[in-house]
């Protein structure tokens, strides 16, 4: 867990808990939730994380309902970033109360339960303005 190489950062058990926190998530709602992993952001983290968001194809979404879990390693930085369409419903405080859990944990050293624990509260969210439908599909990948 001290690793600041994106791919040892997470052991394949912890990558599975992940994973599978995410395809738990999305059982309840049409948003899709992802996790990007790296070593540095250059620049502001926010910044970075909004052309992750754009370069993983995140916006594609039909309601617009992708949320990104952005973690930069080495300046142990982290953004959670939502689509418009997450936006036009929910407050502000909403992205603050996930980024202080998360915090809290990751101070910890509690970086999978921290990242879990984001995935959950913001499926819960997810699934109360975007319910999951018959027809829905896996938009994005689960994998980080
Ligand atoms: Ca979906
Ligand atoms: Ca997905």
């Known amino acids: ?12 058990s912890e990558k599975q808990r992940v994973v599978a926190a995410i395809r738990e998530a999305e059982r309840q709602t049409s948003g899709e939730i992802r996790v990007h992993i790296v070593e540095r952001a250059e620049g502001d983290t926010l910044e970075t994380a909004k052309t992750v968001f754009e370069k993983l194809g995140m916006t594609a979404t039909r309601e617009r309902n992708g949320v990104l879990f952005f973690l ?3 300046d142990h930085r982290f953004a959670v ?10 407050q502000g405080d909403f992205w603050d109360s996930i980024r202080d859990e998360m915090a809290g ?6 970086f999978v339960d921290g990242i879990v624990a984001g995935i959950r509260k913001c499926g819960e969210k997810l699934a109360e303005h975007f319910p999951r439908r018959d027809d829905d599909i896996d938009e994005l990948p689960n994998e980080i």
Request: glycine residues 12%.
């Open 1 to 12: 867990m001290t690793s600041t190489n994106p791919k040892n950062f997470l052991d394949e």
């Open 105 to 110: 944990r990751f101070q910890g050293g509690q």
């Open 72 to 74: 930069s390693l080495k």
């Open 81 to 90: 970033l939502g689509d418009s369409g997450i936006h036009e419903k929910v």
